[in-house]
């Protein structure tokens, strides 16, 4: 059964950092593009951060461009999150898909419904 897990949230204070992991069981993440989302309570899901499985690249919502980075090791991603600010405060997901508005456009990469998979999540928290 394919699962996959975010792992690293944790309570920071602003400014702080975190690195968040995915990783997957009975899939192999480097097969797919990874999307990095997150949800606050009564909003909907925002796409944050995207890495391509073809090419590398790289791609940020204009909310943590600068600031968040995405990269592969082997069969985890991560999501390295500097400066954080209180409003970076949700839970967040990894997801084989990617859906985000970058300072460029909108940015979708989708492997069909067969493929998509999530994460449970895993919550952040910003405060002082």
């Known amino acids: 059964q394919v699962q996959i897990m975010e792992s690293g949230g944790d309570l920071v204070q602003p400014g702080g950092s975190l690195e968040l992991s995915c990783s997957a069981s009975a899939l192999n993440l480097n097969d797919y593009d990874i999307g990095w989302f997150r949800q606050v309570p009564g909003k909907e899901r925002e796409g944050i951060s995207c890495i391509s499985n073809t090419d590398g690249r790289t791609r940020y919502a204009p909310s943590v461009e600068g600031r968040f980075s995405i990269s592969r090791n082997k069969d985890t991603v991560y999501l390295q999150m500097n400066s954080l600010k209180e409003e970076d405060t949700a839970v967040y997901y990894c997801?084989?898909?990617?859906?985000?508005?970058?300072?460029?456009?909108?940015?979708?990469?989708?492997?069909?419904?067969?493929?998509?998979?999530w994460g449970q999540g895993t919550q952040v928290t910003v405060s002082s």
């Open positions: 997801a084989t898909k990617c859906a985000l508005f970058t300072s460029t456009g909108y940015v979708s990469m989708y492997p069909g419904p067969e493929n998509e998979f």
